[in-house]
């Protein structure tokens, strides 16, 4: 048997809902046929039949007390699994954006955001931006976010509590005029002490937008084929979520320049 035909096998057992189903239930502890087909709702020559066939190819194991477990090889297509399960799930979004900038070693994760939250109203993320800003007690991360106007008061009052900042964005990239507005009516002091808690590094070009603090997510989005960005991504307190979205901040991070 061929490398492609071992691949289309694993891929055709997978494909169907129940032994796709069976397999991610015994990902959460091994069962017997019995108690597969009453938890699943199949027969139990249905669930039998499945088995058979994820034991054939390897993704499941019988042992000697007639539990059925996943294997090694199981439990890593699964991981696999979900990877595709997030780019099914949005496969709309992922006709028309692109994800050119993203390393690699990330896009091999994209499955840790599956339980995030797909935002395609303008209005409904910029307040959870703002909801993030108000909530935020640690730190906030921002990667090439616009200014948004309303969201400048609750920055400052953000800083107040002593939450710090690093923004990463390119090179060309310039406050909005009623920001440096805003902040020339502040400079008392205040605001200059403020600025200390925030740090910018800059990049060349930057193909994302990502917007963040310790608890949540507030947006992550992929620009559009022309590069443009609609603002239209992903919102999450999960934990998966975050640590994938804080991840890729540090990977640029580290390979930004200091601002000067």
Not at 92 to 117: A, C, K, N, Q, W
């Amino acid at each position: 048997m061929s490398d492609m035909e071992r691949l289309c096998d694993l891929l055709f057992e997978v494909s169907n809902e129940d032994r796709l189903r069976i397999l991610i239930r015994l990902g959460e502890g091994p069962m017997n046929v019995t108690g597969l087909s009453r938890e699943l709702g199949v027969t139990t020559q249905e669930a039998s039949r499945h088995l058979s066939r994820l034991g054939e190819t390897g993704l499941t194991a019988k042992d000697p007390e007639g539990f059925h477990r996943i294997t090694p090889y199981g439990e890593l297509t699964l991981i696999q699994v979900q990877d595709l399960d997030f780019t099914s799930r949005h496969r709309d979004y992922f006709r028309t954006h692109v994800l050119s900038g993203i390393p690699g070693e990330f896009v091999s994760r994209m499955g840790e955001l599956v339980d995030s939250r797909y935002l395609n109203d303008v209005m409904v993320t910029v307040h959870t931006i703002e909801k993030v800003l108000r909530e935020a007690e640690e730190y906030l991360l921002n990667i090439n976010s616009p200014y948004i106007a309303s969201t400048f008061p609750l920055i400052r009052e953000a800083y107040e509590r002593g939450v710090e900042g690093r923004f990463i964005h390119t090179r060309d990239f310039a406050p909005h005029p009623v920001m440096e507005e805003q902040y020339r009516r502040g400079r008392d002091g205040i605001m200059d002490r403020l600025l200390t808690l925030l740090e910018e590094r800059l990049v060349e070009e930057m193909d994302l937008v990502l917007y963040m603090s310790e608890k949540e997510v507030a947006i992550l989005t992929f620009p559009l084929e022309d590069g443009s960005f609609d603002f239209h991504g992903f919102s999450s307190g999960d934990p998966r979520t975050h640590d994938w979205c804080r991840s890729l901040f540090q990977h640029f991070w580290e390979r930004a320049e200091p601002k000067r």
